[in-house]
């Protein structure tokens, strides 16, 4: 059974709570308050849990990626520190709470294309770099 498979499986097995959640989808906002960017481009944002062993395996390959990219996990600020000292990252690092990032994040990792007006244009479970690599590409 590979990774996709097992996300399936889980998937179709939602919870009655999943109905009325907070999860983020295309067309939706993206929440203000997680970052504060100055810019006024296209973002892509990634979200990784350091609880999740598909992310922690993408995080190395994840230093060559440029351009408007954010990074967002479940960790503190001190292991995110960590994380971009480690990778010698060049984009930002921005951390939530754990409920609050799986309050919004339904499965990780993920990867979603924020346009200039702020809304989510796509979103996308991923689980390789060359998967981001291509989401980035397409989106550009």
Do not use: W
């Amino acid at each position: 059974m590979n990774i996709q498979s097992l996300k399936e499986m889980f998937n179709n097995h939602r919870h009655a709570e999943d109905e009325g959640t907070n999860y983020l989808i295309a067309g939706k906002e993206f929440p203000k308050h997680i970052f504060k960017s100055n810019s006024s481009s296209p973002m892509i944002v990634c979200f990784v849990s350091l609880y999740c062993k598909v992310c922690i395996d993408l995080l190395p390959d994840l230093n060559e990626v440029s351009g408007d990219f954010i990074l967002i996990t479940d960790g503190c600020l001190e292991e995110n520190k960590e994380i971009q000292n480690a990778f010698n990252y060049t984009f930002p690092i921005f951390s939530l709470d754990h409920d609050a990032f799986h309050d919004i994040v339904k499965n990780t990792p993920c990867i979603l294309n924020v346009d200039n007006n702020n809304l989510i244009q796509e979103l996308r479970e991923i689980n390789t770099y060359e998967e981001v690599y291509t989401f980035i590409k397409e989106s550009r």
